[in-house]
Every structure is written in structure tokens, then in C-alpha cells.
């Protein structure tokens, strides 16, 4: 198994692009979820789904946007990048239930929006 | 709102035990979690306890949870070089929606 897969592992935008972070998990996860990291804080939830075409809002949503259509890929989407989105960005997925539901982590996506 | 807090830094002697302190506000929470994070590297999960147990002992790492003083802390045995890293506490119930702390340098000197 892969496990959770991020691409790309860098980017830089200018203020006003937009892209799409890719997330793919080969675990059969039904719960998927993303972070983004920045200095001196934890991870923040941005977006998280519990299953194929269900999505929710975090604690961070707003500028980014989500869509699950399928078990596998959890997409991000930032319409229209702004600076304060800078940030390193993970990718989670888990079950969703169970003993201890471990989340695994993706390798991370750096962001830069100048 | 939910709020985990952590000691920004810490610095051991090789051999010696490591303890990092982690305290949360979200009483509901089921499970709560350490992870470790390497230079560049996503996050790992080290271990975790259900929130109805007082400890937990794997191999090199104790985890103590008080939940009157909603207090939880990691103490690794014997630290090695290869344990320097970002050491995030993090609460959830049933593991999702986790909370994260900001995270504790643990540097260790040899």
C-alpha cells in the first residue's frame, strides 16, 4: 500500500491564482480529513469528509474548498490564493471508527503565495 | 472552545528520560494522542490512550493521563538522538476532528 499520497510537494502562487492540492489514500478509509501546519501551531482542520460525497467544514475553511467524489481522493481546492494561506498543508485519512482510529498522514504539501 | 496546550521546547542529555506535558480543555474527548513529526516529514502516531485509562506503557514510552486536571504526558525512556523531533499532543473523540497542540521540540544532545 502507498498509504495517503500528496501531490505536489511544492508550490508557489501568486496572490489571486488558484490550484488544487491532490490527496489519494489506497486504504479503503472511509474518513478523510485536511490540516495545515504553520509556525509555532498545531494543525488546524480545514476541511474533513466522513465518506464519499459528504464534506464539513473545520476549524479554517474559509478560501479553500472540498469535494469528495470518490473513496480514494480528497481534493483541495484554493479558488483564489491569498498569502495568508502559506502554510504546509497534510492530507489524513482513518477509518473513521474503531480501537484506537489511527489518522495517517500524507508527507505534507509547502505552500507559498506570494 | 476546544484548546490543547504544550511547552514549546525541550532539551535532554542522551540516555536520560524525556517528558513532555500536554494539557487539554474538551473533557469528551475519547481518544488523545501523541504524534512525532521529523524534519520534513508528515506526522507519525507514537501512541494513545482511551480516555478511561490512567496509563500506558509501550516499549520506551509512558503516557500518563490525569483527567481531573485534564493533564496528559508523554515520558520517553532511555532518549536516543534518533527522538529529536516535533512531538504534537492532539484530542479527539473517536479520532476524528483531532485537535492539535502547537507542539513540543524535544531536542536531544549526545
Known amino acids: 500500500n502507498a498509504g495517503v499520497t500528496q501531490t505536489p510537494k511544492f508550490q508557489v502562487l501568486k496572490t489571486g491564482q488558484s490550484m488544487t492540492l491532490q490527496c489519494a489514500q489506497d486504504m479503503n478509509h472511509e474518513y478523510m480529513s485536511w490540516y495545515r501546519q504553520d509556525p509555532g501551531m498545531g494543525l488546524r482542520l480545514i476541511h474533513y469528509s466522513v465518506g464519499a460525497g459528504i464534506t464539513d467544514q473545520g476549524e479554517v475553511p474559509n478560501g479553500y474548498n472540498v469535494s469528495r467524489s470518490t473513496t480514494e481522493d480528497f481534493p483541495l481546492r484554493l479558488l483564489s490564493a491569498a498569502p495568508s494561506q502559506t502554510s504546509v498543508y497534510f492530507c489524513?485519512?482513518?477509518w473513521g471508527t474503531g480501537t484506537n482510529n489511527e489518522q495517517f498522514f500524507g508527507p505534507g504539501t509547502r505552500l507559498t503565495v506570494l | 472552545g476546544e484548546d490543547v496546550e504544550q511547552s514549546l521546547f525541550l532539551s535532554v542529555r542522551e540516555g536520560d528520560s524525556s517528558v513532555i506535558n500536554c494539557t487539554y480543555t474538551?473533557?469528551?474527548?475519547?481518544?488523545l494522542y501523541w504524534y512525532k513529526q521529523e524534519p520534513g516529514a508528515g506526522l507519525q502516531l507514537l501512541t494513545y490512550?482511551?480516555?478511561?485509562?490512567d496509563m500506558k506503557q509501550d516499549q520506551r514510552l509512558t503516557v500518563l493521563l490525569n483527567k481531573k486536571d485534564k493533564h496528559l504526558s508523554l515520558r520517553i525512556a532511555d532518549t536516543q538522538t534518533g527522538d529529536s523531533a516535533i512531538y504534537f499532543c492532539?484530542?479527539?473523540?473517536?479520532?476524528?476532528?483531532?485537535?492539535f497542540g502547537a507542539g513540543t521540540i524535544l531536542r536531544v544532545k549526545s
Open positions: 474538551d473533557s469528551s474527548s475519547t481518544y
Open positions: 490512550i482511551f480516555s478511561n485509562m
Open positions: 489524513a485519512s482513518s
Open positions: 492532539a484530542e479527539g473523540e473517536y479520532g476524528n476532528k483531532l485537535v
